[in-house]
């Protein structure tokens, strides 16, 4: 079993929709939770870390965290095509110092 | 208001050299990591250190791959010998000093490396 895991994708959304992006993680005594944007070719870029359970807004983004369900997830409203990224889950494992453990990665298109 | 810069980013070598690549953190930061991107795959947690110590090194390889955060200077993640397997995309983050383990990373731009 891998420690996160996403789908793939690609998830394909039209303008102006929500997208949904999820992510499950292994390590039940994980405590921090992150949000990484990469374009092709390019660095990741944060985007939203959450510890709580519940929702976490900034704008257009919200992350859910639930703990008890090990899952964790992002979603986007109002999607634009500046949005077609891949989004990368991170999670901070137990006793993991600062280490980030990465899902693969969901590839978002978003069509006009 | 600089943020994590790495050189080179795009590096070529031959079978056998050696690669180095470097990282500058941000200002103000003390935490550096080094992540590897191979293609069409997720980031790999390789190293984690602070200035003059490596905290936690259980994603490095065992052979010919170092790491140091020297007092002066910055941190350089060292490939010796390399090998077709180590093209990849290597990056570095920073975090802030902190209580530790929910530090937020930020990354640099990234080093391409490719092995011929």
């Known amino acids: 079993q891998k420690e996160v895991e996403q789908n793939s994708g690609p998830l394909s959304v039209p303008e102006g929709a929500i997208a949904s992006l999820n992510c499950t993680y292994s390590?039940?005594?994980?405590?921090?939770f992150f949000w990484y944007r990469q374009y092709s070719g390019k660095s990741p870029e944060l985007i939203m870390f959450i510890y709580s359970n519940g929702d976490k807004e900034d704008g257009r983004f919200t992350a859910q965290l639930n703990k008890a369900s090990q899952y964790v997830s992002l979603l986007i409203r109002d999607s634009q095509p500046s949005d077609s990224a891949t989004y990368l889950c991170a999670v901070n494992p137990t006793g993991g110092y600062n280490k980030l453990i990465f899902g693969a990665g969901t590839r978002l298109a978003v069509h006009p | 208001n600089a943020g994590v810069m790495q050189n080179p980013r795009h590096l070529v070598r031959r079978r056998g050299q050696e690669a180095r690549l470097r990282c500058s953190p941000m200002k103000g930061h003390s935490h550096v990591y080094w992540y590897r991107q191979l293609p069409e795959e997720g980031l790999k947690f390789m190293v984690y250190l602070q200035k003059e110590n490596i905290i936690d090194e259980s994603g490095m390889p065992k052979e010919r791959f170092s790491a140091e955060f020297p007092k002066e200077g910055p941190s350089i993640l060292r490939i010796q010998q390399v090998v077709r397997g180590d093209s990849a995309a290597y990056f570095c983050?920073?975090?802030?000093?902190?209580?530790?383990?929910?530090?937020?990373?930020?990354f640099g731009p990234g080093t391409r490396l490719t092995v011929l």
């Open positions: 983050a920073s975090s802030p000093p902190g209580t530790g383990g929910t530090d937020t990373q930020y």
């Open positions: 390590d039940r005594g994980s405590q921090s």
